[in-house]
């Protein structure tokens, strides 16, 4: 047996930040074991492994191990959100874990390591990989939501995400399997040989229903979204600002690859319909349960999934610049979002009791910086200008609309602007309301305040100046329609 058609040359060059990450995350559990007391270094040498990484990207470009993984500026972009996504969740968790004692550098590894599963759902072309790669982000989100293992509701998360991956992960098998048995190849682009004349035979649609439902539910996408809330209350916060994002941003490229071979050539089958109809569930039910909610994680956990139907009109498109829609979106939810969480990590407080809007009640005078960026986060997430959620909803709306979705658009409008009313709650809360005297004051320090103003200025910057953003996400998006 040669393994020569499946090595090309550089091949080493395509994965190089797949085998730093990895490293680096083995030797952060090595480094903690053997010296217990030095643990000042596990944060730093997890952010500067991290800009590295974003700043001296893979210069290998194409296909790689027998046309099964890609690297493209696609995936380069993606690679980008992912990075983001977790060194800003590395800056809040330092001092999160060292207020509750929790640091180690498993937490870390499992964080670099859960990088790499969504690097190669981003980059497979083949379901397999996908399906390994889903494997390795999820085995490490098992361990983070549970990895404050001292209050109970953080193991019941866990324990509840476990199950319900469980299930998800056996859909996305079987749908693998039943999508090998209809085309003879796991390859993504396979599908397009078993759609003749518009019509895909039924071992294919339930082929295509059950992937759909696996990816539904690592994104939370209505009716799949019951675990979200449960799981983002028990994780701890900085968890909790993680996987809200960039679990989400994986499965989403996963799902355009799919999506991208089946809509452009048969434009009559039913699917497009199902995929419009979780999108419209998404919005409506995540924005109206969202306005019930007082515990500040569950009210982001609900809006999340009317977040995940806006991306979802631009994904059952499959244009050029409904793509790079996505992707902008993806940028731009990671940033608000994970500043958003990140501002709720601050409050110190008995972590198995809920972090309610009365916990930052005139946080505006007591922490001027918390109350001012958290207020910008919630203007970004409800989609007001000048912010990059204006920006990110924009796009969306404007290519569902040139597309002839206006439907769609109208519902994702209409939905926006019931949003508005709990995201401006909170801002009410945070500046027109009397703090408690025995809530304690939100802990900021130099870290987690870095992080936030990242965030913030990353908001502002694609707010303001948002065409170079736009055209590199356009840009990048051809790769995955020219292919």
């Known amino acids: 047996m040669s393994f020569t058609p499946l090595i090309e040359a550089n ?149 509840k995400y476990f199950l319900m991956g469980a299930f998800a992960t056996g859909f996305i098998l079987y749908g693998t399997a039943l999508f090998y048995g209809a085309t003879g190849s796991t390859r993504i682009d396979g599908l397009q040989t078993a759609i003749v004349g518009g019509s895909p035979s039924p071992l294919v649609t339930i082929a295509f229903i059950m992937l759909l439902g696996g990816f539904g539910f690592k ?16 994780a701890p916060t900085p968890v909790a600002a993680w996987l809200s994002v960039a679990p989400k941003a994986a499965a989403f490229i996963a799902l355009i690859r799919i999506v991208s071979e089946v809509v452009p050539m048969a434009s009559s089958v039913a699917w497009t319909t199902v995929l419009a109809t979780l999108a419209i569930l998404s919005m409506v039910i995540g924005n109206f349960v969202a ?3 007082r515990d500040l994680k569950r009210m982001l956990a609900y809006s999340g999934i009317a977040h995940v139907g806006y991306m979802m009109i631009a994904v059952l498109l499959v244009r050029q610049d409904a793509i790079a829609a996505v992707a902008i979106y993806a940028i731009v939810y990671a940033l608000m979002n994970i500043g958003a969480f990140g501002v709720v990590s601050l409050l110190d407080k008995n972590q198995n009791d809920p972090q309610t809007l009365d916990d930052i009640a005139g946080m505006g005078f007591s922490r001027p910086f918390a109350g001012l960026v958290l207020s910008l986060f919630m203007f970004s997430l ?28 109208i519902i994702g409008i209409l939905t926006s602007i019931v949003s508005v009313f709990y995201y401006l709650r909170v801002v009410y809360f945070v500046y027109m309301k009397e703090a408690d005297e025995s809530t304690p004051l939100p802990v900021l320090n130099v870290l987690s305040a870095s992080a936030l103003a990242i965030a913030a200025i990353g908001i502002l910057a694609i707010g303001i100046f948002p065409s170079p953003f736009f055209r590199t996400a356009v840009q990048a998006a051809s790769n995955i329609l020219l292919r």
């Open 11 to 159: 091949w080493y060059l395509a994965v190089l930040p797949e085998i730093i990450l990895s490293c680096v995350g083995m030797i952060l559990i090595l480094w903690d074991a053997f010296f217990p007391k030095a643990k000042d270094v596990l944060a730093p040498l997890t952010i500067v492994t991290i800009l590295a990484v974003i700043l001296f990207q893979s210069p290998a470009s194409g296909l790689f191990f027998g046309n099964t993984w890609e690297v493209s500026s696609l995936t380069r972009l993606f690679d980008f959100i992912f990075l983001v996504a977790a060194l800003l969740a590395t800056m809040l968790s330092r001092d999160y874990l060292r207020r509750e004692r929790l640091e180690g550098g498993e937490f870390y590894a499992l964080l670099l390591w859960a990088t790499v599963g969504m690097m190669m759902m981003a980059k497979g072309l083949d379901l397999l990989i996908v399906v390994v790669g889903l494997e390795t982000l999820s085995i490490c989100i098992f361990a983070l939501v549970a990895y404050h293992g001292r209050i109970a509701i953080s193991n019941e998360a866990s324990l």
């Open 219 to 234: 994104l939370a996408l209505a009716p799949f979204h019951g675990w979200a809330p449960d799981v983002y209350q028990g």
């Open 291 to 293: 306005i019930a909610q």
């Open 382 to 409: 409800a989609g007001l200008p000048p912010t990059a959620g204006f920006i990110a909803k924009f796009y969306v709306f404007r290519v569902a609309i040139e597309a002839g979705a206006i439907n769609l658009a």
